[in-house]
């Protein structure tokens, strides 16, 4: 008996402490910021897993089951009216989750405020008691379920949208990130080697992602666009067309490549198709029948009949999204940026402070050590606040960026939708191009 209270004791102390304890087995030499990090992004794929197993058709047909999940759902200004609420049970439990997911990461980018290193009481939440962490999560989950509908799902989805255009731009600021740290380590290895084939895997991969951009583009006229009518799309289609081209050749004009050499059309075409991927998303929300194809069903027919099957909310673009989703959140967990201006700009900065490797061992057992003790690895409060962005957008992605009406009946594509995410595609290209015309506006400044 005494041998299972101990036994039982270190477990409970195992969810309760550190984050180390909790990782000491498969991460042998891991830093505590990074295991901290990697559990609150596991909290944050919990929930975007258990927001993708609601909005299953079968799961979804089950859910008017929940106490109180359904019934009330036809409340509209105090009339209480008889309204068929399977037709967007999902939607209405993925907001649900997603309000969970980021009142929970504002929680602690509140608590977390200027958190200098470890030594700081508050320290403590951030790399422990995640039993407790996890217990807080379920229960503001469980509450966010019990929300009177009212304007709820409305006023929601714009805190959706806001979120996810500003989380769109940090996925841009990662993919610019990548495409020069990509570029750089290529033209780095055929110098050293004095190899041709870095340079003949360069021009490949600038090919490839080229020519599934111009195919992507010309897949997008064919069913995106009718040669009557279907003007918007036209012309969001045109006007992307058209800046990437010049970002494109923007980078790589003599002035360009003299002040910044590792610029060139790797980094642009990752660009462009990652525009064309927007651009594409931005369509499938075109909420009309004839200018997109891929228009759910249960829209074009208002509310869905009981007899009716319901479709799935998630369609090719939403796919896209959620992998990228799923490693942009990644990189931001696991590791801190090549380049001094972009860990600026994402507020991460690896410390050299604090214990080193040799701290892992303590009595032959190979454990985490704190890397914090005279400063953090990250700004605590802003790595929340990117998780509680990317709780936003994943939302907005499951539900395909759709909302109901305010008679609770008929489950729609707003304008909105389109328009954010143009105008983050155009905010991307014009980040990317102020990249490159920086070194030459801003002479006196470092952009190493």
Same mark, same amino acid.
């Given at each position: 008996? %005494? ?29 505590? @910021? ?40 036809? @409340? ?7 309204? +068929? ?105 055929? +110098?050293? @080697? ?12 600038t090919f490839i992602f080229y020519a599934a951009s111009i195919a992507a583009v010309a897949l997008? /006229?064919?069913?995106?666009?009718? %040669? ?80 009716? %099957? ?26 801190s940026s090549d380049h001094p201006q972009v860990n600026k700009l994402m507020l991460t900065e ?63 594509? %707003? ?8 105008? @983050? ?6 980040? /990317? ?16």
């Amino acid at each position: 008996v %005494p041998l299972q209270l101990g036994l039982l004791s270190l477990q409970v102390s195992c969810l309760c402490g550190s984050a180390p304890c909790l990782l000491c087995g498969c991460c042998p030499s891991a830093k505590n @910021s990074t295991i901290s990090r990697l559990l609150f992004t596991f909290f944050l794929f919990l929930g975007t897993l258990v927001s993708i197993i609601m909005i299953i058709p079968g799961v979804e047909k089950e859910l008017h089951k929940l106490p109180g999940f359904c019934e009330g759902s036809g @409340s509209v200004l105090g009339v209480q009216a008889k309204v +068929d609420c399977s037709s967007f049970l999902g939607l209405k439990a993925v907001y649900r989750m997603g309000f969970a997911m980021a009142a929970f990461f504002s929680l602690f980018a509140v608590l977390m405020v200027c958190v200098r290193s470890s030594k700081d009481p508050r320290a403590a939440l951030q790399n422990g008691f995640w039993f407790f962490k996890f217990l807080v999560l379920v229960g503001i989950t469980v509450g966010a379920f019990y929300i009177p509908d009212g304007a709820f799902t409305s006023v929601w989805f714009y805190f959706g949208v806001v979120g996810s255009f500003l989380f769109i731009l940090i996925q841009l600021i990662l993919l610019i990130d990548f495409a020069h740290s990509w570029s750089q380590r290529w033209l780095h290895n055929a +110098d050293e @080697s004095n190899a041709r084939g870095w340079y003949a895997a360069l021009c490949t991969v600038t090919f490839i992602f080229y020519a599934a951009s111009i195919a992507a583009v010309a897949l997008l /006229y064919v069913y995106y666009t009718k %040669p009557q009518g279907c003007t918007e799309g036209k012309v969001f289609i045109s006007i992307n067309l058209i800046l990437c081209l010049i970002v494109s050749v923007v980078s790589i004009l003599p002035k360009i490549q003299e002040a910044q050499p590792h610029s060139g059309l790797l980094q642009a075409s990752l660009i462009t198709l990652y525009t064309i991927y927007i651009t594409w998303s931005a369509l499938a929300n075109v909420p009309i029948r004839s200018c997109n194809p891929t228009l759910l069903l249960r829209n074009s027919t208002g509310s869905a009949a009981a007899t009716e %099957p319901l479709t799935t909310w998630w369609d090719a673009p939403s796919i896209v999204g959620l992998v990228i989703f799923i490693l942009c959140t990644l990189f931001i967990s696991l590791r801190s940026s090549d380049h001094p201006q972009v860990n600026k700009l994402m507020l991460t900065e690896e410390s050299g402070a604090g214990a080193g490797p040799g701290a892992a061992e303590e009595g032959g057992v190979h454990r985490a050590y704190d890397n914090e003790q005279d400063g953090v690895s990250y700004n605590y409060t802003f790595f929340h606040l990117c998780l509680l962005l990317a709780a936003l957008y994943i939302m907005m992605t499951l539900t395909n960026w759709y909302r109901t009406d305010e008679s609770l009946q008929v489950v729609s594509s %707003p304008w909105t939708a389109v328009w954010v995410k143009i105008c @983050s595609s155009w905010a991307g290209l014009l980040l /990317y191009l102020w990249t490159l015309v920086a070194p030459l506006v801003l002479p006196d400044r470092d952009f190493s």
